[in-house]
């Protein structure tokens, strides 16, 4: 079973800076299968990026994905207020068949 | 549009079972197949499996197998959640969200269905 392991936890910025999310597998993860989603609170996640860089319909282009085999970014350049969130990746593997995800990092808007 | 509408929220006793419907409207259901993530409070998101659309093929996180039952009907485009032997652990929110088969990644959300647990 691979693990994915979000760092950091927390981060703290400020409107218009750039935010660098990190994702790390227990083992290499096909690229295609690699995603990101943005969770509100209250709300349903939301997918934000799909097989490592493309952006799901309706995304900024201020949300750029990046990585390969254990290693994986979500980038958020520009920030802005309502970026205030909770982020997960989330991998498919296929021995066995099953999805996971990564605990979250939480990123607050100063 | 694309649109998963779940049940509403329940309560149940230890031991209870509890089922939870996920209605799609906005694409052809046997085109896609539906896994229920369930996220407890404050807590991160967890895959419990995925039932295909278009024959009703189940995966089940072994964490869940031999208690977990997900089922659809074609005829209503309405996919089920029945989970056995409830546990206070089991509080939680129990999302549906369609699967992107190509990428594996989940393209759209039911808007949650809170299962409270307590006696």
């Known amino acids: 079973e691979i693990v994915l392991t979000q760092s950091p936890g927390t981060l703290s910025l400020s409107p218009g800076e750039r935010a660098t999310l990190s994702c790390r597998a227990s083992?290499?993860?096909?690229?295609?299968?690699l995603s990101w989603y943005q969770q509100k609170p209250g709300q349903a996640p939301r997918l934000l990026i799909f097989g490592t860089s493309n952006r799901a319909t309706g995304i900024p282009d201020r949300f750029s994905g990046s990585g390969s085999g254990t290693d994986f970014t979500l980038t958020i350049s520009r920030l802005e207020p309502e970026d205030c969130a909770v982020y997960y990746c989330?991998?498919?593997?296929?021995?066995?068949?099953?999805?996971?995800f990564g605990q979250g990092t939480k990123l607050e808007i100063k | 549009q694309v649109q998963l509408v779940q049940s509403g929220a329940e309560v149940k006793k230890p031991g209870a079972s509890v089922k939870v419907s996920c209605k799609a409207s906005?694409?052809?259901?046997?085109?896609?197949?539906i896994s229920w993530v369930r996220q407890a409070p404050g807590q991160g998101l967890e895959w419990m499996g995925w039932i295909s659309g278009y024959n009703g093929d189940t995966k089940y996180a072994q964490k869940f197998q031999g208690r977990v039952t997900m089922t659809t009907d074609t005829f209503t485009n309405t996919a089920y959640l029945e989970l056995r032997s409830l546990r206070y652990a089991d509080t939680a929110v129990y999302y549906c969200?369609?699967?992107?088969?190509?990428?594996?990644?989940?393209?759209?959300w039911g808007q949650g269905t809170l299962v409270t647990v307590s006696s």
């Open positions: 969200a369609r699967n992107a088969l190509l990428w594996r990644s989940f393209d759209y």
């Open positions: 989330q991998q498919y593997g296929s021995l066995p068949p099953m999805y996971s």
């Open positions: 083992q290499s993860v096909s690229s295609t299968y």
């Open positions: 906005g694409y052809t259901f046997t085109s896609s197949g």
